[in-house]
């Protein structure tokens, strides 16, 4: 099981939350959490740990205790590969950048599918401007109200919200409708992916193309997907700038036989 250990001061490092975890059994790795560029920490540090029983003791006994005179919190999260995080960190404090090195332009009819807060849709919709367009699609209806709220917040006026419910993902949004598809940070959450391919290709234009970020994926496991499906093929692939991720935004446009 993956631990998140949030409220970490900004001088804490791996060695200070070892012994934490050493007094209650085996760890497999402790990782403070830090900026790419600056090298900052990010005030949180992720834990593996080796069963569920040691984690559930970790998070009973440590949570709300001190580090360094910071009180921590600890919680389970998903299973992240080595390396991702700080790159997902990255991309959220650079959003507007990457959706523009990527090749967001104003006039496009843009779908933000699992937008989550709308982290991307912001961005996506300064950038779309009033000749284009964001649909914020989420299978939660909390996060839709957040994108909602934060929309009225920029005075922006170019975002529509869509609930979906079913569950093969049917998004009921007109064929060939779209320039750009963000996939960003959900795509390990679907249990179809085929049947979500699918869709996502009926959506988009000839012309567009699709955007994926496979957190807790990773790069490689995407392309196979991709290569099952027999759908889309691969435009190219953005990361930071020095830095490999082994999840990286891959670009992607629908297959030409």
């Known amino acids: 099981m993956q631990l998140r250990i949030g409220?970490?001061?900004?001088?804490?490092?791996?060695?200070?939350?070892?012994?934490?975890?050493?007094?209650?059994?085996?760890?497999?790795?402790?990782?403070v959490i830090r900026d790419i560029a600056s090298g900052k920490s990010k005030g949180y540090a992720i834990v593996k740990m080796p069963g569920n029983q040691a984690a559930q003791e970790a998070?009973?006994?440590?949570?709300?205790?001190?580090?360094?005179?910071?009180?921590?919190?600890?919680?389970?999260?998903?299973?992240t590969i080595p390396g991702e995080m700080?790159?997902?960190?990255?991309?959220?404090?650079?959003?507007?950048?990457?959706?523009?090195?990527?090749?967001?332009?104003?006039?496009?009819?843009?779908?933000?599918?699992?937008?989550?807060?709308?982290?991307?849709?912001?961005?996506?919709?300064?950038?779309?401007?009033?000749?284009?367009?964001?649909?914020?699609?989420?299978?939660?209806?909390?996060?839709?109200?957040?994108?909602?709220?934060?929309?009225?917040?920029v005075g922006l006026d170019n975002i529509r919200t869509i609930l979906v419910e079913s569950p093969d993902l049917s998004t009921g949004i007109p064929k060939e409708s779209l320039d750009?598809?963000?996939?960003?940070?959900?795509?390990?959450?679907?249990t179809d992916s085929q049947r979500f391919f699918?869709?996502?290709?009926?959506?988009?234009?000839?012309?567009?193309?699709?955007?994926?970020?496979?957190?807790?994926?990773?790069?490689?496991?995407l392309l196979k997907l991709v290569a099952e499906s027999q759908l889309f093929s691969q435009r190219d692939i953005f990361s930071a700038p020095g830095y490999h991720s082994p999840s990286e935004v891959v670009n992607l446009i629908k297959f030409q036989k």
Not at 59 to 65: A, E, P, R, T, V
Not at 134 to 147: C, F, N, T, Y
Not at 180 to 190: G, Q, T, Y
């Open 198 to 221: 699918l869709e996502l290709h009926r959506v988009l234009k000839k012309s567009g193309f699709l955007s994926i970020f496979p957190m807790h994926l990773g790069t490689e496991k």
């Open 86 to 153: 700080e790159f997902r960190e990255w991309l959220v404090d650079n959003a507007e950048l990457v959706l523009r090195e990527i090749g967001l332009k104003a006039g496009q009819s843009i779908l933000d599918f699992g937008c989550g807060p709308g982290i991307f849709t912001i961005p996506a919709a300064e950038i779309a401007g009033e000749s284009g367009s964001v649909i914020a699609l989420d299978v939660r209806s909390q996060p839709l109200e957040r994108v909602r709220e934060k929309a009225v917040n």
């Open 59 to 79: 998070i009973d006994k440590l949570s709300g205790s001190f580090v360094k005179g910071s009180r921590i919190s600890v919680s389970q999260m998903p299973e």
């Open 7 to 31: 409220g970490l001061s900004p001088d804490t490092v791996n060695e200070d939350l070892m012994p934490l975890f050493t007094n209650l059994g085996v760890y497999e790795f402790v990782t």
């Open 180 to 190: 750009v598809i963000l996939v960003f940070d959900m795509l390990h959450s679907v």
